[in-house]
């Protein structure tokens, strides 16, 4: 073989890993120097692709881990999550797909996480988290990483975590809609968007003292947080939310 081909593998990545790499290099073949002994995971996570965004990897034509090393003339390509996505002949790098959808925020996202709590999803979110603990809670809770942070998804341990592309919160909340099919999951009024705590429906008169009286004169469904005790009414701020998504159902 010709001595000038050492060292060099082949890659291929598909679908939205491409958001991650340069633009010069998305949907094609890109040419990649490796080390001796270098993993996949370290190669591709050099290239800015988050490991945890991976789940199907093709090495030769045979699915391989995280950790296969990589040979001389190898021929890789990379497949994103599909949460829905049934490829049960192939080994998935993630132990498997969360089944019950929920988050755990970068602490720059308190608005996406606000939006989320409202339409009923479990959002854990602190602007005082540290990386460690979120890293932490996504895996001892089995949590979906939200972040715009590459550095935080390649933390080794992270398994399920995901790279926000947009950075308007509402432009957030419809791609992580459409991203993990949450369509059909929505349960508005379910969830307290101060806390995440549940919400349960109260009888008006238990709240009524509580009550702005436009508001008590106006409304006759009510909710109340069992964690906070913040107490919610279907409001404009409501519908508007709910407008500016409808369009994703
Ligand atoms: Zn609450």
């Keep these: 073989m010709d001595s000038t081909n050492s060292n060099i593998v082949t890659f291929r990545f598909y679908e939205e890993l491409n958001d991650h790499l340069k633009p010069q290099q998305r949907k094609k ?9 270098q993993t996949v995971k370290d190669a591709i996570e050099k290239l800015g692709v988050p490991h945890c965004e991976v789940d199907l990897i093709i090495a030769n034509g045979g699915s391989v881990g995280f950790d296969y090393r990589l040979h001389e003339g190898d021929y890789i390509s990379f497949y994103p999550v599909f949460e829905s996505f049934d490829i049960s002949a192939v080994i998935r790098l993630r132990p498997e797909p969360l089944r019950i959808i929920k988050f755990v925020l970068d602490t720059h996202l308190g608005k ?18 540290k990386d460690d603990e979120i890293a932490e809670l996504s895996i001892n809770q089995k949590r979906i990483i939200l972040t ?11 398994t399920h975590g995901y790279f926000l592309r947009n950075t308007d919160p509402m432009k957030q909340l419809r791609e992580v809609i459409a991203r993990f099919q949450l369509f059909n999951l929505i349960k508005s009024f379910t969830r307290c968007s101060l806390c995440n705590g549940e919400i349960n429906s109260v009888e008006k008169e238990m709240v009524m003292y509580r009550l702005p009286e436009s508001t008590a004169n106006y409304y006759t469904e009510f909710f109340i947080c069992s964690l906070c005790n913040q107490v919610y009414w279907q409001g404009s701020h409501y519908y508007k939310l709910l407008n500016r998504i409808k369009d994703l159902y």
């Design 148 to 158: 715009r942070d590459r550095g935080l998804l390649m933390q080794k341990k992270v």
């Design 29 to 37: 073949e890109i040419f990649h120097i490796y080390h001796f002994g």
């Design 112 to 129: 996406l996480a606000k939006y989320l709590r409202l339409l009923g999803f479990d959002t854990l979110y602190s602007n005082a988290f």
